[in-house]
């Protein structure tokens, strides 16, 4: 079953740019991964400095996969450390 995977991430305008080209390495490796489906990014308008990532992917296992390589987490390492934060991630499926 699809899952939709949500990163909420808060950050200052000097360091938005630095955010936006890591999420984009993140994003060129992301995209080769098996079950991956589609990704996007998203500012909010009311808050400008939230952006919001929804990730698809084919399953749970697919994202835990994703989640758990050393390709991802070493990206995600530099995230953090610029944001001084721990990413949390919210995991999604379609219910009808």
Known sequence: MTVKIMIRRKVSADKAVKL???IMQ???ICIKQ??????ESLKSV?????Y????????DNAWKAWL???ER???QD???TLLGVKTEYEVYEYRP
């Not at 098996?34 to 990704?39: D, F, M, Q």
């Not at 009311?46 to 939230?50: F, L």
């Not at 919001?52 to 399953?59: A, H």
């Open 20 to 22: 936006k080209d890591l």
């Open 26 to 28: 993140l994003r060129a």
């Open 34 to 39: 098996p079950g991956y489906v589609s990704g």
């Open 46 to 50: 009311a808050r400008p400095d939230e």
């Open 52 to 59: 919001l990532v929804i990730s698809t992917w084919e399953s």
């Open 68 to 70: 758990g390589s050393k």
């Open 73 to 75: 987490s070493t990206i």
């Open 78 to 80: 530099q995230i953090d």
